[in-house]
């Protein structure tokens, strides 16, 4: 029996992972963060949408230590969120330091506790500027939780990391949605974190783009 922890933040990429381990997964669990985003208003989704996926546990969990640092936009309220695309010659000031390599972790922890053998990420690199969307990120996150897994020395499993958006724009994951039939309004997706969504930060813009055919 093949079971997942998807993370999901609220969004339209985590929410398509997160209909698309329906239909590949017996056993879906999901897990989301709280860890001082200004967006904070994304958990209200998530809870929505784990609802309606009807998943078999829904984790919330606090990470304080981000409260500490500043630099980051979507942390540092002192530091305003950006208007228009993301830059192209580097990282955006959006970027939280190690974010995914903290969730995939924490996420693991769960996974080897529960002996869930996939961690379901929705990252994809292709017009994404974040460097733990990448390919090599995800390769070396898997190694290090097989790596350190009770689990998986126990029974010589492996603990998967599903990323199947690797390759794909946002465009490509808002078809798969589409066909899926996710429910897109229940989404959210704004850096501000206001209700209704800025609709001029980098978030939103590709938002608007990727759904704008559908």
Same mark, same amino acid.
């Given at each position: 029996m093949k079971s997942v922890l998807v993370l999901l933040s609220g969004g339209m990429d985590s929410a398509t992972l997160l209909w698309l381990s329906k239909k590949e997964f017996d056993k879906i669990y999901a897990i989301s963060f709280?860890?001082?985003? +200004? $967006?904070?208003?994304?958990?209200?989704? #998530?809870? @929505? *949408?784990?609802?309606? #996926?009807?998943?078999?546990?829904? %984790?919330?969990?606090?990470?304080? $230590?981000?409260?500490? *640092?500043?630099?980051?936009a979507l942390l540092d309220q002192e530091a305003s969120i950006p208007k228009g695309?993301?830059?192209?010659?580097?990282?955006? /000031?959006?970027?939280?330091?190690?974010?995914?390599?903290? %969730?995939?972790?924490?996420?693991?922890? %769960?996974?080897?506790? *529960?002996?869930?053998? $996939? /961690?379901?990420?929705?990252? $994809?690199? *292709? @017009?994404?500027?974040?460097?733990?969307? +990448?390919?090599?990120?995800?390769?070396? #996150?898997?190694?290090?939780?097989?790596?350190?897994?009770? %689990?998986?020395?126990?029974?010589?499993? +492996?603990?998967h990391i599903y990323a199947p958006f690797l390759g794909m724009s946002k465009r490509d994951i808002a078809l798969i949605g589409r066909d899926l039939g996710v429910p897109f309004e229940k989404t959210y997706s704004c850096y501000v974190g206001t209700e209704p969504p800025c609709g001029e930060c980098a978030a939103c813009l590709q938002r608007k783009q990727a759904l704008s055919f559908l």
């Open positions: 709280d860890y001082g985003q +200004r $967006h904070r208003v994304e958990i209200k989704y #998530a809870k @929505d *949408l784990a609802k309606m #996926a009807q998943v078999e546990e829904h %984790f919330i969990v606090e990470v304080p $230590h981000y409260s500490v *640092l500043k630099g980051s695309e993301y830059p192209q010659e580097e990282p955006p /000031i959006t970027t939280v330091p190690m974010r995914n390599l903290t %969730f995939i972790s924490i996420a693991a922890s %769960f996974a080897d506790t *529960l002996e869930i053998d $996939h /961690i379901g990420i929705g990252v $994809h690199a *292709l @017009d994404s500027p974040y460097p733990d969307c +990448r390919p090599e990120f995800i390769t070396s #996150a898997e190694a290090a939780v097989n790596a350190s897994s009770i %689990f998986v020395a126990k029974t010589k499993k +492996r603990i």
